[in-house]
């Protein structure tokens, strides 16, 4: 089992940067990946970012935070970060992170899902707002 508490979410004005912390009870080390998902409200649950936790430059992001957000680890805190830059009011969510194991495709390439039902541990989760 393992836990995962979510912080650093803000309100902030439009194109200001916040970085949200996800700390682990345990770190899944083996064959693992730790994702961002963020949830506005009324709209469903979507992938933000992932990031495979025994390699830290395998990393995947949904194309629209590709180059204003970046997901990263820090084994030693058993904790992840998603800094995240040029924030925009769409950006406005609650903030999630999640663990899953790592997957493989039809090809047998393995890779982290930003699909939230790949994920069977969940934080609480923390509110990011920006406003305009």
């Known amino acids: 089992q393992v836990e995962l508490v979510e912080s650093g979410g803000a309100s902030v004005q439009a194109g200001g940067s916040l970085r949200l912390s996800c700390a682990a009870s345990v770190y899944p080390y083996i064959n693992n990946c730790m994702g961002w998902f963020r949830q506005p409200p009324g709209k469903e649950r979507e992938g933000v970012a992932s990031i495979y936790t025994s390699g830290g430059a395998d990393t995947y992001y949904t194309d629209s935070v590709k180059g204003r957000f970046t997901i990263s680890q820090d084994n030693a805190k058993n904790t992840v970060y998603l800094q995240m830059n040029s924030l925009k009011p769409e950006d406005s969510a609650m903030y999630y992170c999640?663990?899953?194991?790592?997957?493989?495709?039809?090809?047998?390439?393995?890779?982290?899902?930003?699909?939230?039902?790949?994920?069977?541990?969940w934080g609480q989760g923390t509110q990011v707002t920006v406003s305009s």
């Open positions: 999640a663990v899953a194991p790592r997957r493989r495709d039809f090809r047998g390439v393995n890779y982290c899902s930003l699909t939230p039902d790949a994920y069977n541990y």
